[in-house]
C-alpha cells in the first residue's frame, strides 16, 4: 500500500535574493513518516525548510509545493501554518513584553500550557518574554512547547540539536518522537516531519524514516537514514552521494 | 485682588511653551450641578462603568476614593486612618496651612492654562498620608468630563508625609457622547521625607477633546516617585509636562509614559532637576503611532555631583500619516555625573513578524501582539493591583497597526 502524500515538492527552483539557491529540488513526504535533511554548510537546506514555511524573503521562481492536496507554493506564511506547517527556528528573535505563557495560549487556546511546560522541563519560563535572554538550549525548548501547542501535521526542525547539550538533546528528541506520533503504531501515524541535523546526534533519540542529502542547492541522494549517515561520517557528503546514489 | 488671582489675570492670554494653542473662548465655563453621594459605590452604574474602563474599580478595596463630575466633586472618601481625602476646595477652607502648598509648584502665570485654572473656584482633590502611614491599597480618582464642550479644570495637591506609602490611581475620562471637552488640571505633589509615592494616570478622552495636565513635584531626602502616564485612546491634542525636583539626598524618581497614537497632536515628556546628592531619575516613554503626530521629551537637569540620570525614548511608527518626534534631553551642571539617554523610532521588526505568522497568528494579529509587548513597560514601586490592571488594559485595548 503506498503512503498517503503529505508533501509533494515538483522542480522546485527558488532565489534568496538575486541569488538562485535551490535548484530543482524533488521531495516527497508520506504521512506520517520523518526525514532527515544532511549537507554541508550553504547547500540550500535552510533555504528549503524556510520556502516551505513560506518566508517572505525567499521566492520561489519556479516549480510548485503541494501540501494535502492544496498548491501552496503562493500562500502566505500564516496561512501555510493553519494548514499544518510548522517549523522549529534555528534562531529565532526574542518579542519584547509576550509571555511564554501567552504565546501558548494564542497559538492553542485549547491546550494546557502548564503540561506542555513541565513536558520539556521548563516550568518558570511561561512568564518570561518569549526568547528573552534564554540561552540556547533554552530557545530550543521554547520553539519545542511552541510547537507542541501547535500540533502541526508537518514540522520542520532546523538543527534542533546545535548548541545543545546532551540532556538537553534527548528531551527534545522525545518531543520531536511526540510531534511526530512515534508512539503510534506506523500505520496510525499521519504527522510528519523534516529535521536538519549536522551531526546526527538527535537521531539517536528520535525516529527518521527516511534521509536526503543536499548538494548544490539540490537533493542529490536520498535513502536509509542510518545507511547514509554512516556514509557521510566516513566518505563525507560527496563521497556519500557518489558511493549510494552514482550519477 | 488676591496674588494668585492678579498673576492668572496677567496670564490670560499666555501661550504655552509647548503644544498647540487653544482658545479658552471656545469652551463652556459652566457647567450644570451633580448631586454628591457619600460613597463611591453609590455613583450612577455609567459613571463608575467609565471609570471602570480607565483602570478605576472604585466597588473594590481602596485607601479612598475621589471622584469629580465637570466642575463638581462628587465623592470624596477616606476608607484609611491616617489617609486624608478631601475636596480641595474644603480642604482649603479647613486648612490654614495649604496656602504654604497651593500654587507653590505650578505657578498660576505659567501659561494661559494655569492662569484659567486659578481664575476659577477650586475644584480637585487634597490628598494626604499622615506621618508614617503605609497604604497598601490605591486611592482611586476619576475624573469625569460629561458634559460637551466643557472647560473641566482641576486643582489637585498631594502630600505625603515623612515616611509614608501613598499609591494613586487617577482616571480621566469622557463618556462615548461627549467627544468634545477641554480638560485642564494642575497637580502639585510633595514627597516628604522617606515617603513612598506611585501616581498612575490613565486617560481616555474623545476625539474632539483638548488636555493639558501641569504637574509639579518636589522630593525631599530619602524618597520615591513612581509616575505613570497611559494613554491608549484618540484625542485631539494633549501636552503635558510634569517637572520633578529632587531636593534631598537620595530622593528617586521614576517615569513611565505609554502611549498608542492613532490620531491626535501629542506633546508628553517629564522633566526632572537634579538637585542632591545620590538622588537618581530614569524616564522611559514607550511611543506607538498609527497615525498620530507625537513629540516625546524628556529632560534631565543634573545640578550636583553624584547625581545620575537615564532616559529611554523608545518608538514605533507604523504609519505614512503618524510622527514621532523623539527629544531626549540631558542637562549636565555639575562634574561626577551620570547622565545617558537612548532613544529610538523604528518599525516592527519583520522577523518578529515573520516568526509569530509561522506559528499560525496572521499579520494583523501579529502586530498587535507585537505592539502590546512594545507598551508592556515593566513598571518598579506599583502594588499588584496596579500592575495588573495597566497590564488588562493594554491587553484589552484594540491595539493594531495601520
Redesign the interface.
Known sequence: MEVIRLLEIRNLYASVGEKQVLKDVNLRVGEGETHALFGPNGTGKTTLLNIIAGIPRYTVDSGEIIFKEKDITHMSMDERARLGIGMAFQRPPAIRGLRLRDLIRIINPQVDADSLLEAMDFEGFGERDVNRGFSGGEVKRSEMVQLLAQQPDFVMLDEPDSGVDLENIKLIGQAINRLTQKDLRPSLRTKSGIIITHFGHILEYMKTDRAHVMLGGTIACSGNPKEILDQIKTNGYEGCVACLCPR | MSKIEEKARQARAKKALYGTDIDLEGYEAESRGHEAVRRAEDLPEDVKKAALDVGVKLDSESSGAFVQMDQTPVVAETALEGVEIMDIASALKKYDYLQDYYWKLVSPDADKYTADVAASPPAGYFVRAKKGIKTVFPIKSCLYLGSTNFNQRVHNIVIAEEGSELHVITGCTTPSHVQRGLHLGVSEFYIQKDAKVSFTMIHSWGREVEVRPRTGIVMDEGSSLSNNYILLRPVRTLQTFPTATLNGRGAVASFNTVIYASMGNLDVGSNVILNAPETSAESISRVVSVGGDVIARGRMTGKVPGARAHLECVGLLLSDKGRIYSIPELDGQSRDLDMSHEAAVGRI????L??????????D??TS??V?????VEIKGLPEELKQEIKDITQREDLRGA
Open positions: 521588526s519583520e522577523e518578529e515573520e516568526y509569530l505568522m509561522a506559528r499560525g497568528l496572521t499579520q494579529q501579529a501582539v507585537i502590546r509587548g512594545f507598551l508592556d
